[in-house]
Every structure is written in structure tokens, then in C-alpha cells.
């Protein structure tokens, strides 16, 4: 529909296909503009009451911004106005001395020779204006307000020259026109580029002369209302297309896509497809430059209303390599095509991303569950305190130092049967999921059948699997110098269910006896 519209007009029928009804579409009201597509401010001045003076305080610039059928007016009005009064005070001089009336007596002589009416006092002005002397008409030495009045329309006849003939040269040189080779889009687009949501115009330079020191602005018309209440009409704002980076220093010599990122600092920052529909604003575009064959300033301005932003579209590309040369395709300048945008606002966008994920949070059966590991580790370090006690200060010490040892063992083989133990139930759903799957199967039945059977297959898996259900939790919980000792293999005995002492020399097992 849209592009119906841009291309046919606003008033266009809609013709249904069964050919039974024929209804017209409902015309939108004409957006008034604050900028013109031509880059015309529609803007007037009235009421100035009193200020009207000050536009003839300067003339120059008066004259220069009016129209050319104006400037042709007072060109022709001023040039003839002063011939025709310069003419008649040279009449009027051949009229007081009286050379009127001798203008054909040879023995007389007048102020200005072959002067006798008005005509020829019109035709000797000329002349003596335009420098063209023809010799027939000149000015005597017997009349010295003939050579005044020469003096004065010399000095008058300068100074209007200057006047007019600058006022029209720089209307001509003015840079206005080269800013009709200056092309902008006829829409502008938002999609997203390197990831992120931009606005987005294209700018071209039709010459091949370039523009010296081109810089781009970019300026929101939009009315709105401040918490104070006070309205600002046609409030306007600032839109950055790269002036902290450079990107607005423009090298124009191919069409540029200009780009405006749309982030927490830009007047777009809540900004969605949806909210689009229901804006009123207006982008206001100026390239300025300086002209590379004249030298002087050239700024060319267009707008885009909110009609003229297309959201999820991106522009054709328009160059091509061609043999020694790139090659720019206008014929492209101003299409654009659709491609995937997200519908939803940057703002919206960021919100979303700013919400904590169920994941990251912890629950409270982890919590608990760390918790009674944390207490099975403490009683684990209570058990190594009391052996390195009774190591040192009780009975032990006076063992001799293979019941040492054997007794020693037998302690680690207590701290395994510990810690499978408190892991059985407190952490069966958690823990058990580290241990074999045989061992899980045994653990989740009851009995106390099953318990000893797990205690015999935990004695044949070793230390260190069964130490993995309590996680690196244990392990950092030790003294860093601390590590595990390596687990001695059950003898035949010990796992066929034998005592210790039927394996000591009969000395040792009566001295056992004995105390």
C-alpha cells in the first residue's frame, strides 16, 4: 500500500476483484513539514511591526535573497531611473544657459556642443556612462557646472554599477544550485548493523567535483511536553551519526549510508515497530561543504517524517566493479528491501536481557544438600583429630610398629565404613548419583542386608570413588598438605571374614593376649 501511495498518489481507488463494489481508500492527512524535501524551510515571518526596517539596514542581503523576478525589476527600475534624472539635469543646464536655443549657430558656444533637446541630452548621458564617445557631443571649458555635474554622475554611475552588478554576480555564484546535485533518499531505514539496531539514510554526489571538508547533522523535530508542564513546539534534538568517531566527516565521492545507532543516549531508544505507527516527528538532514571549483560554503537539507521510515528494510547496493573503473548505479539510489529486524524496542531488548535466569539461581535442596556435606567433611576431621590423638598420647604408641601399622590400616578402613555410611540416606538422591551404577541399585534398597553388602563392594571399589559423592568439597576441605594415603588391598582373610590376631606370630598374638 505504501508503495502504491508513493508512486500513484494519495487518492487512489481500490478495486475489489469480484467487480461487484468499488470503494476508495482512506486518504491520510497531508503531514505539514517543518523542511521541505527540497531542503525549503516552510516557515513565515509576520507581524514584525517595527522590525521592517532593519531588512533595509542591509540592502545587499535583501537584495540577494529575493527572487530573480524581483532582482530583474530593480536591476532594469535603477539603470533607467538614473539615466533619465542624470539626462534632465544635463537638459536642464543647456535650458538655464540658454543652449537650447543656439543649437545650430556655429559662433556660439554652449556648455555641452550638440546639445538642443531633451533627446540628445539623453544620448550624450549615455555615451559618457558607457564610456562609448563618440566625439560629436563633449563637454566646453566655459561651463564649470557641466564639469561638476560630470564629476558627480561619474561617482553615482560607480557606485550603482558596483551595486547592481554584484547583487546579480553573487546571486548568480550562489551555491544553491550545487545543491541540486546533492541526493538523499526518499526514505529512511531502520535494521540492524554489526548487531545492533541503526537508523539509516543514503547521501550521493551527482558531479565529479568533489566536496572539500563534507559534515553531516542530523536534527529530531518533535514536540513535548517537560515535567514541569511547560510545552516546547517543534522541540529540537540532536541525533549523533558519528561525531565522536569521525564518521560524520564525509569523503563524498560514491553514495554513503549514513547511520545513527540507536543506544540508552539516542531519542530512539523506545522506539518499536508498533510505537512507530502512532509517532509524530520529524528528521531534519544537512550536508554542508565547501565547492571545490568556487570555493564557497554549500549546505543542502532534506526531512523524513515517521512515514518515511521503513523499519526492518536495508538499501540496495549501488556499486560495482567494472573494468579499470567503479561504477555507480542511481537506478538503485532509492531502493531498499526487507530483511529480519527484531519488532521490539532496544530498550525492551536490553530489559530482557537484564532478567536473572531461573539457572543461576541456586535452590534450596543444593543448599541443604552442600550444607550436610560441609558436616560430613567436619566429622571426618574430627575422626583424623582423635586418631592423630590417640596416635600420639594413647595405648597405640606403645604398640610396636607392625601393630602400628595394622592398626592404622584398620583406622582408614573405619573412615571409608564413616563416610559410606552418613551418605546412605542423607544424600541419596544427590550423592549416589556419583557412585557406580551396581552401588546406586544396592544404596536405594532398604534392609540391613543391602547395607552390608554395599559395605563389601565400597571395601573392593577402594577409597577414592567413594569420596567422589562428597564432591571437591572434602578434598579442599582437608589441609592443603593433606593427602589421601593410599589404600592397602583387603587380604584373602580379612575379606573371607578371618580376625587380625590369627595372622601374627605366636609371640605377638600372646603378648596381644596377654595385655
Not at 594413647?394 to 564413616?418: F, H, I, N, T
Not at 564432591?471 to 587380604?491: E, I, N, W
Request: proline share 6%.
Amino acid at each position: 500500500m505504501a508503495a502504491l501511495r508513493r508512486k500513484f498518489g494519495e487518492d487512489y481507488q481500490v478495486v475489489n476483484t469480484n467487480r461487484a463494489t468499488t470503494f476508495s481508500a482512506p486518504v491520510k492527512k497531508k503531514r505539514q513539514r517543518f523542511v521541505e524535501k527540497n531542503g525549503r524551510c516552510n516557515v513565515q515571518h509576520g507581524n514584525l511591526g517595527g522590525e521592517t526596517s532593519r531588512y533595509l539596514s542591509d540592502l545587499f542581503t535583501t537584495l540577494v535573497d529575493l527572487k530573480w523576478r524581483w532582482n530583474l525589476l530593480i536591476f532594469i527600475l535603477t539603470y533607467t531611473i538614473a539615466w533619465l534624472v542624470m539626462a534632465s539635469m544635463w537638459w536642464i543646464i543647456a535650458y538655464i544657459r540658454g543652449d537650447l536655443n543656439h543649437g545650430h549657430d556655429s559662433s556660439y558656444t554652449p556648455c555641452v556642443a550638440n546639445v538642443y533637446n531633451f533627446p540628445s541630452a539623453f544620448l550624450f548621458f549615455i555615451e559618457t556612462e558607457a564610456t562609448i564617445g563618440y566625439g560629436y557631443r563633449y563637454i566646453t571649458e566655459k561651463c564649470p557646472e557641466g564639469i561638476i555635474l560630470f564629476l558627480f554622475q561619474s561617482l553615482l554611475g560607480s557606485i550603482v554599477d558596483a551595486f547592481l552588478i554584484g547583487c546579480m554576480f553573487i546571486k548568480m555564484s550562489q551555491p544553491k544550485k550545487r545543491a541540486e546535485t546533492l541526493m538523499f533518499s526518499q526514505d529512511a531505514v531502520i535494521s540492524q548493523r554489526d548487531g545492533k539496531l541503526c537508523l539509516m539514510f543514503r547521501v550521493g554526489n551527482l558531479r565529479n567535483s568533489h566536496m572539500v571538508s563534507a559534515q553531516i547533522r542530523c536534527k529530531l523535530i518533535k514536540s513535548r511536553q517537560t515535567p514541569e508542564g511547560e510545552f516546547l513546539p517543534l522541540d529540537q534534538c540532536e541525533l549523533d551519526v558519528g561525531f565522536g568517531t569521525g564518521a560524520d566527516q564525509l569523503f563524498l565521492v560514491s553514495p554513503l549510508t549514513i547511520c545513527h545507532e540507536i543506544n540508552p543516549k539516542s531519542p530512539f531508544f523506545d522506539l518499536s515497530q508498533r510505537s512507530l505507527m502512532n509517532e509524530q516527528f520529524e528528521i531534519v538532514v544537512i550536508l554542508e561543504g565547501i565547492v571545490e571549483t568556487t570555493g564557497m560554503t554549500c549546505q543542502a537539507r532534506t526531512s523524513y517524517t515517521e512515514d518515511e521510515v521503513l523499519w526492518g528494510h536495508r538499501f540496495l547496493p549501488v556499486m560495482s566493479l567494472e573494468e579499470g573503473f567503479f561504477r555507480v548505479d542511481y537506478s538503485q539510489f532509492h531502493s531498499t528491501f526487507e530483511v529480519p529486524t527484531p519488532p521490539y524496542s532496544v530498550k525492551e531488548h536490553e530489559e530482557k536481557n537484564s532478567l536473572p535466569s531461573p539457572l543461576s539461581t541456586p535452590t534450596p535442596a543444593l543448599t541443604e544438600s552442600h550444607g550436610a556435606r560441609r558436616d560430613r567433611v567436619f566429622s571426618v576431621d574430627c575422626i583424623n583429630t582423635s586418631d592423630e590423638r590417640g596416635r600420639h598420647g594413647g595405648a597405640g604408641g606403645r604398640l610396636p610398629s607392625k601393630l602400628q601399622r595394622m592398626s592404622s590400616s584398620g583406622k582408614e578402613d573405619l573412615q571409608r565404613k564413616v563416610l559410606l555410611l552418613s551418605s546412605q540416606h542423607s544424600e541419596k538422591a544427590c550423592s549416589t548419583g556419583d557412585l557406580p551404577l551396581k552401588l546406586q541399585r544396592l544404596s536405594s534398597s532398604p534392609g540391613p542386608e543391602a547395607e552390608n553388602r554395599l559395605q563389601l563392594k565400597s571395601l573392593k571399589v577402594g577409597f577414592e570413588p567413594m569420596t567422589q559423592s562428597t564432591g571437591d568439597l572434602y578434598q579442599h576441605s582437608l589441609h592443603p598438605t593433606l593427602s589421601p594415603a593410599p589404600v592397602p588391598m583387603p587380604s584373602p582373610l580379612l575379606s573371607a571374614g578371618g580376625r587380625l590376631e590369627d595372622n601374627l606370630p605366636a609371640k605377638l598374638r600372646k603378648m596381644n593376649a596377654d595385655r
